[in-house]
């Protein structure tokens, strides 16, 4: 079954992407703020591991909100960085690259930390396989680290200190804010695997 990874560039999909391996990375330039370093880094890494890199690129910022689109979040946003339907959006323009490449399973990088909303829990992840699935391709959706935070996911792919570096993780910016909580999460997860994030 060939395997597409949403890669955004930050920690969790790259530790995937070196986890589960798959024939091609997708990284999507919807109008983020941090856009120019997410596809940097998603690049990098895809090289390094020798993973095929394909980017997507739809402008969608007038439609964002909260730290990523560079705008105050809206008043049902669980978290600053929120925006309205982007996993869902993701997925989607990621689908369509993939598809159009044989692509049958598409991986995405969802947590168990990212229950927080909506989008980032497992009855989401299920309603948008059987979704698309109805359609011509039969694509699959998998989220394989859903059950684990960073840190064990971390742990559990065995990625390389000096690959999993290339992730950035900021949300609000191309270099690293250290304030964001992109950031914060970054900070964190290396302080509980015991390295010195500076």
């Known amino acids: 079954m060939k395997t597409a990874l949403l890669l955004s560039g930050g920690m969790d999909s790259i530790a995937i992407a070196w986890w589960r391996r798959p024939e091609l990375a997708i990284t999507v330039d919807y109008g983020q703020r941090p856009a120019l370093a997410e596809l940097r880094a998603a690049a990098s890494a895809a090289e390094a591991m020798g993973i095929e890199h394909l980017s997507v690129k739809a402008d969608l910022s007038a439609l964002g909100s909260g730290d990523m689109a560079g705008a105050e979040p809206l008043s049902l946003a669980p978290v600053t960085e929120w925006w309205p339907f982007r996993n869902q959006m993701l997925v ?63 742990r559990t792919s065995n990625i390389p200190m000096e690959v999993l570096a290339w992730a950035h993780s900021c949300h609000v910016g191309i270099h690293a804010c250290g304030q964001c909580r ?17």
Request: glycine share 10%; net charge negative.
């Open 182 to 198: 992109g950031c914060q999460k970054h900070y964190q997860t290396l302080a509980e695997l015991g390295v010195d994030p500076y």
């Open 92 to 154: 989607t323009l990621a689908a369509m690259k993939a598809v159009a490449h044989g692509v049958q399973r598409l991986l995405i990088g969802t947590l168990k930390t990212d229950g927080l909303h909506a989008d980032g829990r497992p009855d989401f992840v299920m309603t948008l396989d059987a979704l698309l699935r109805l359609q011509e391709g039969g694509l699959r959706l998998e989220a394989p680290a859903i059950a684990l935070t960073s840190a064990e996911l971390i």
